[in-house]
C-alpha cells in the first residue's frame, strides 16, 4: 500500500481523503468544513505524548472528526483511558485489532504513519479547536438541510418544525459552549460579588420575590437555575399559591411564564383577576356581580391586564417541547421565572420506554437542566403520595411522600410543603388555637438556606395567599396581646425524615 492510502471502513482500499470527496458529503454542491491534516497531527500527538489526551478529550469526541477512520481511532483511545490503560501506538494498535476495527482505519501501518507526521505536540489545544470548530459547522448545516428537506414535504407541520429547529440548535449551542474549569481565585471573587449584591439587596431579596414575606425573608427570593419544587396532597392550594406567586412577581417587574395543562388560560387570568378585585372567582363566572362591584371588578382588570404574564395551557406537553417554549419567552419576554404546574402531568417524549419512576426522575432531571440552560429559577408543582393520609397524628408532609420518585428530591435545590391543619379539622394546636386560613410552607430542602417553617394566610373566598396581619384576633390568641415587633412568623420546621 502507497503512503498515502488507507481503506475506507467497510472497503479493502480507497483514498484517506476519500471521506471528504465522497458524493454523501456535499451540501448544495460543496464539501462540508473539515480539516484533515489537523485531525492527523491531533491523533497522532495523542499517540506519542500522554499529556495531551486529557486536553484533547475535553474538547473533542469522536464525531467531531471529519474521517471516519479518525472516529474509530479516537473511540479506541478514550476506551484506554477508561479502562486507566497507556495511550501510545502499540496500545492503540492493539485496541483495535482486539475490537476488530483496526483493518477498517488501514491496518496498524497507517498509525505509524500518523505519528511520522507530528514532531511536538505544542499547538495541540489550538489544533483540536479548530477540528471542533469545523464538526460544529457541519452540524449547524446538517440540521439547516433537514430543516430545509422538511420542509418540503407537505405533510409537515410547520410550527413543529420551527420547534424541531430551534431545539437542536439550542441544544447544540449549550453542548459547544461548555465552561471551561474555573480556579479557586476566580470562585471567591464571584462568592464576594454576590455577597456585595445581596446585601445591598432591598429587603434581602436577591432573586425574583413571591410577595409573601414569610416565604421572602428565608429564600431571599428565588434563585437563577433553581429547581423549586413545592408539593402538597389536593386542595391544599397549590394552584392557588402559585397564581399568588406569579402575580406578585409580575408586579415586581419580573415577567413569569406559566406551564397550566390543568387549568386554562382565562381560568387562571380570572383567578389573579378575582384576588386583585376581591370578587370571588365563582360570582365573576356566574356574572353574579351586583352593582356595586363592576367598578371593583373593571379595577382589578386593568390592575393586572399589562402584567407580564404568559400562559401555556397544551395539555401533556413533553419536557423538550416545554424548553423550546420557555426558551422563546426567555429571549423575547425576558421572562424571569417558569411555573409548572404540575410536574406528574408532564410526559418526556412519546417514544419514551420505562417505569413511570423512571419517567418521573427524566422530567425532574429535564426541569432542572431547564433551569440551569435558561439561568431563571423553575417552579414544579407536585403531588404527595396518599400515605400521608394513612399517616396518624398531624399528617404533615415529609420528602419520602414526595410521589412516584425519590429523583424529585434529588434534583430539586428547594422542596416545600403547604399544609394547612383546616384541611384535617385540627382546629388547636401546641401554641394555641390555630386561625382561619391559617397554613404552613415548610420548606423540607434547601441547598441555599436552612429548613424552616413559614406562616401564610389562604384567602379561600379568593383562592388566593396573603401576608399574615400580626395583629389579627387569630394570632394575638397565639403569640398574646404584645406581639413583638419582629413578627416571629418563621418558626423551627417539625423533625423530617
Not at 447544540?172 to 456585595?196: F, S, W, Y
Amino acid at each position: 500500500m502507497q503512503q498515502n492510502q488507507f481503506p475506507r471502513p467497510g472497503q479493502n482500499n480507497g483514498n484517506r481523503r476519500a471521506d471528504a470527496e465522497s458524493l454523501e458529503n456535499y451540501t448544495f454542491g460543496k464539501v462540508q468544513p473539515h480539516a484533515i491534516p489537523l485531525e492527523e497531527a491531533v491523533l497522532g500527538a495523542l499517540m506519542l505524548d500522554r499529556d495531551a489526551v486529557e486536553v484533547v478529550q475535553e474538547i473533542l469526541k469522536p464525531a467531531s472528526f471529519y474521517v471516519t477512520a479518525h472516529q474509530i481511532i479516537f473511540s479506541a483511545i478514550n476506551r484506554l483511558t477508561e479502562k486507566s490503560r497507556p495511550v501510545d501506538l502499540l496500545t492503540v494498535t492493539d485496541e483495535l485489532r482486539t475490537s476488530g476495527e483496526l483493518d477498517a482505519i488501514g491496518g496498524g501501518y497507517y498509525l505509524v504513519d500518523l505519528t511520522s507526521r507530528i514532531a511536538s505536540a505544542a499547538n495541540i489545544e489550538y489544533h483540536a479547536r479548530i477540528i471542533e470548530q469545523k464538526y460544529l459547522l457541519r452540524a449547524m448545516i446538517s440540521a439547516s438541510t433537514n430543516t430545509i428537506s422538511e420542509a418540503y414535504t407537505e405533510q409537515t407541520d410547520a410550527l413543529e418544525l420551527l420547534e424541531k429547529l430551534e431545539t437542536g440548535l439550542f441544544d447544540l449551542r449549550n453542548q459547544h459552549m461548555r465552561a471551561g474549569t474555573i480556579g479557586m481565585p476566580d470562585l471567591v471573587c464571584e462568592v464576594l460579588k454576590q455577597a456585595e449584591i445581596a446585601s445591598k439587596a432591598d429587603g434581602g431579596i436577591v432573586g425574583v420575590p413571591s410577595g409573601l414575606d414569610a416565604i421572602d425573608k428565608e429564600t431571599g427570593g428565588f434563585r437563577d437555575t433553581d429547581l423549586i419544587v413545592i408539593a402538597a396532597r389536593p386542595g391544599m392550594g397549590k394552584s392557588a399559591a402559585v397564581s399568588t406567586i406569579m402575580a406578585n412577581a409580575a408586579k415586581a417587574g419580573y415577567p413569569v411564564g406559566l406551564f397550566s395543562p390543568e387549568m386554562s388560560g382565562t381560568q387562571v387570568a380570572q383567578r389573579i383577576i378575582a384576588a386583585e378585585s376581591g370578587i370571588t372567582g365563582s360570582n365573576i363566572t356566574n356574572g353574579k356581580i351586583e352593582e356595586t362591584d363592576w367598578a371593583n371588578l373593571k379595577k382589578g382588570a386593568e390592575a393586572v391586564s399589562n402584567l407580564k404574564l404568559y400562559i401555556n395551557d397544551t395539555a401533556a406537553i413533553p419536557v423538550s417541547d416545554l424548553r423550546a417554549i420557555a426558551r422563546r419567552w426567555v429571549s423575547k419576554h425576558g421572562v424571569k421565572l417558569i411555573v409548572v404546574d404540575y410536574l406528574q402531568l408532564r410526559t418526556v417524549s412519546g417514544s419514551f420506554r420505562g417505569t413511570r419512576e423512571q419517567e418521573i426522575s427524566a422530567i425532574a432531571r429535564g426541569l432542572k437542566a431547564i433551569a440551569k440552560d435558561l439561568k431563571v429559577p423553575v417552579i414544579a408543582l407536585s403531588q404527595l403520595s396518599r400515605g400521608v393520609e394513612s399517616r396518624g397524628g398531624d399528617k404533615r408532609p415529609m420528602l419520602s411522600d414526595l410521589r412516584e420518585s425519590g429523583a424529585i428530591e434529588q434534583e430539586a435545590d428547594m422542596v416545600a410543603f403547604l399544609y394547612s391543619p383546616e384541611y384535617y379539622n385540627i382546629t388547636e394546636n401546641e401554641i394555641g388555637t390555630i386561625p382561619e386560613g391559617h397554613t404552613e410552607f415548610i420548606i423540607a430542602k434547601h441547598r441555599n438556606g436552612r429548613l424552616c417553617t413559614a406562616f401564610i394566610k389562604f384567602v379561600g373566598r379568593l383562592t388566593k395567599f396573603e401576608n399574615i396581619d400580626k395583629m389579627a384576633d387569630g394570632y394575638k390568641s397565639i403569640f398574646g396581646k404584645s406581639a413583638p415587633t419582629q413578627f416571629p412568623i418563621q418558626t423551627p420546621a417539625p423533625p423530617i425524615s
